[in-house]
């Protein structure tokens, strides 16, 4: 179902749109799990909030998403990239332990949805990959924001996909297509002038 949009939502989320011909666009949408993780650590004393147990004792603080979302970073068009360090925590200050995972799930699901608005076309199908796939709030809240234009959530296994091995498979997906000499990286996903191979081929 093309367009669709593969989203990996890691410390940082990125998506790569794959529209119905042409060059792919990919670029980075905003914080994936690197505040919900920084903000249970400091204000629980846990790594992660596993399966969004934290953050289902909570709700959206809507102010808190909005102030998040006015960024200048999401009015740039792509090819962009985000550090870890980007976005912190100072605007969820002083909300309640739940309260701020609940609500920084939010905001890493609002972030991604916001994609569209610097894509070719809304994607109809958007597959999520990496950690953040196991959050049920951020999946859930792209699910609840997709439907609203008649698009479809499924995680990277409701696909077929190995949702652990993802990133693995597509380095190895380069690593033929640089062996083949076929481009890895384009205009629209890089800002490179134009679409180029890379890397050296290392025999034993």
């Given at each position: 179902?093309?367009?669709?949009?593969?989203?990996?939502?890691?410390?940082?989320?990125?998506?790569?749109?794959?529209?119905?011909?042409?060059?792919?666009?990919?670029?980075?949408?905003?914080?994936?799990?690197?505040?919900?993780?920084?903000?249970?650590?400091?204000?629980?004393?846990?790594?992660?909030?596993?399966?969004?147990?934290?953050?289902?004792?909570?709700?959206?603080?809507?102010?808190?998403?909005?102030?998040?979302?006015?960024?200048?970073?999401?009015?740039?068009a792509g090819p962009k990239s985000?550090?870890?360090?980007?976005?912190?925590?100072?605007?969820?200050?002083?909300?309640?332990?739940?309260?701020?995972?609940?609500?920084?799930?939010?905001?890493?699901?609002?972030?991604?949805?916001?994609?569209?608005?610097?894509?070719?076309?809304?994607?109809?199908?958007?597959?999520?990959?990496?950690?953040?796939?196991k959050n049920p709030h951020i999946?859930?809240?792209?699910?609840?924001?997709?439907?609203?234009?008649?698009?479809?959530?499924?995680?990277?296994?409701?696909?077929?996909?190995?949702?652990?091995?993802?990133?693995?498979?597509?380095?190895?997906?380069?690593?033929?297509?640089?062996?083949?000499?076929?481009?890895?990286?384009?205009?629209?996903?890089?800002?490179?002038?134009?679409?180029?191979?890379?890397?050296?081929?290392a025999d034993p």
């Open positions: 179902m093309k367009p669709a949009v593969f989203v990996n939502v890691g410390g940082i989320s990125n998506i790569t749109y794959v529209p119905q011909a042409g060059d792919p666009v990919a670029f980075d949408t905003g914080p994936g799990n690197t505040l919900i993780d920084q903000w249970v650590s400091r204000e629980g004393g846990i790594p992660f909030d596993a399966g969004g147990a934290i953050a289902s004792e909570g709700g959206v603080v809507t102010e808190v998403v909005a102030r998040y979302l006015d960024n200048p970073f999401f009015a740039e985000l550090d870890r360090n980007d976005f912190t925590l100072a605007i969820a200050e002083g909300l309640e332990l739940a309260d701020g995972a609940r609500t920084l799930a939010n905001v890493s699901a609002e972030a991604i949805l916001k994609s569209v608005e610097h894509l070719p076309e809304a994607p109809k199908l958007w597959i999520v990959c990496g950690g953040g796939r999946v859930g809240d792209l699910r609840a924001g997709a439907a609203r234009s008649g698009a479809e959530v499924v995680v990277a296994e409701d696909a077929g996909l190995d949702g652990d091995a993802t990133e693995a498979e597509a380095w190895a997906y380069l690593a033929v297509r640089s062996v083949l000499g076929l481009p890895l990286t384009f205009p629209t996903t890089t800002g490179c002038r134009e679409p180029v191979s890379g890397g050296v081929r």
